[in-house]
């Protein structure tokens, strides 16, 4: 084991624990006054209870023992074998519990994207059990495929920090959302207008910040290529930023505070697939052109007509299978993409991200119908004209 590769981990697991609060101001900024709570509740929460559900099962369904390249055995279940030195770790310089606890973050952050494509319109109660059921069902057999073993990983996917495992499940969940719960009350009818941009882009500031453990933590070391992979994290992030407000600018006549932190987030999206394995210049062209496609994509939702919140299917969804492909172009570090002699990782990479929507969004889809059979997903249409945070949790945010 390495003491400097163990500190260095744990803090990166630190700073993706503080993007899920970082995400609870992302999106409580950008929903209505009446549902800021009900919104960074869901984020919040699910710091618990996802970490909760990864230490008892989650875990071992990701790393243990591979089964057909689907899914992990229960080797590792209620951390049984998870100890402080590095016996049976995936990392072998790295204490076993180091391991475990920096996955954890990425698996409480996720199904946290999801959250903003069903904001202000969903019950708390079965939303806990749809999100406690989606980590086990959805998010350890991607991270099974990819990281554990599986035959994603074994196929030669590259994905560095969770383009497919992160951003694309999520976002195909979050589709999946949008059609088993319908639109808001309003929606077509009525502007519905962020509260509080502010509170957004301090959430995209902190986001910013702990992606640099998101990105250069999955190293799994504290050297070269966690470096490179700090630097086109930040490049990326800056780039993408600037490709948004840019192409907002031409397309609205004005750039918004909004979109630059919108922007910011899309590249940072774009860049998590390929950061350990692209070089700092590919990096501002992944991440420029990624402010541009996600912007195009948040015009998606209405053309097709599905009411997606706060924009996770054109930002996670189109930004991650960006950056998914784009590491197929430009990978060089560890892999080689098409731009550097090596045209089959680019159609490894298309293969990855078809089964990686079809896969999710099925799966989600599923589990959504069903928990809405069981319990009802959504809020009446009283309580959702009278906000969430009354309704649901008898709060206020603001007392004015």
Request: proline content about 3%; charged content about 10%; glycine content about 14%.
């Amino acid at each position: 084991m390495n003491a400097v590769d163990t500190g260095f981990i744990l803090v990166c697991a630190a700073l993706v624990m503080f993007m899920t609060p970082g995400l609870a101001l992302f999106y409580g900024g950008m929903v209505r006054s009446k549902n800021v709570l009900g919104t960074v509740m869901h984020s919040f929460i699910l710091i618990a209870l996802a970490s909760v559900v990864w230490s008892l099962v989650a875990y071992s369904l990701s790393f243990g023992s591979s089964i057909g390249g689907i899914i992990g055995g229960l080797d590792f279940a209620f951390l049984r074998g998870v100890g402080m030195d590095n016996g049976g770790s995936p990392a072998d310089n790295l204490p076993h519990l180091t391991f475990m606890i920096f996955q954890c973050m990425f698996a409480v952050i996720t199904p946290a994207l999801i959250t903003g494509a069903f904001a202000e319109r969903i019950k708390f109660g079965p939303f806990l059990v749809f999100s406690a059921l989606w980590v086990i069902f959805v998010y350890s057999p991607m991270c099974h495929w990819v990281w554990g073993g599986g035959w994603m990983g074994e196929m030669g996917a590259l994905d560095f920090a969770g383009g497919a495992v992160v951003h694309m499940s999520s976002a195909a969940a979050a589709l999946a959302a949008c059609l088993v719960l319908g639109k808001r009350v309003g929606h077509g009818k009525q502007a519905f207008i962020p509260h509080n941009i502010p509170l957004t882009v301090l959430g995209a500031g902190i986001l910013w910040f702990g992606w640099f453990g998101f990105n250069a933590g999955s190293a799994l070391a504290a050297d070269g290529i966690a470096a490179n992979a700090f630097v086109t994290t930040h490049l990326a992030a800056a780039a993408a930023a600037l490709g948004w407000i840019f192409v907002e600018w031409m397309h609205r006549g004005k750039p918004t505070t909004l979109g630059a932190a919108s922007g910011a987030v899309a590249g940072l999206v774009a860049i998590t697939p390929g950061a350990g394995f692209v070089t700092p210049m590919p990096a501002l062209l992944i991440g420029g052109l990624a402010g541009a496609i996600c912007y195009g994509g948040i015009l998606l939702k209405s053309r097709f007509g599905y009411d997606d919140s706060l924009d996770v299917v054109g930002i996670h969804g189109l930004g991650g299978t960006w950056g998914a492909l784009a590491t197929g172009l430009f990978a060089s570090i560890g892999a080689k993409g098409l731009f550097y002699g090596n045209p089959a990782q680019l159609w490894i990479q298309f293969v990855s991200v078809v089964a990686t929507w079809v896969f999710c969004f099925v799966a989600s889809y599923v589990l959504f119908k069903t928990v809405d059979a069981v319990m009802g997903l959504r809020v009446s249409e009283e309580e959702e004209v009278k906000g969430l945070d009354v309704s649901a949790h008898s709060e206020s945010a603001y007392q004015l």
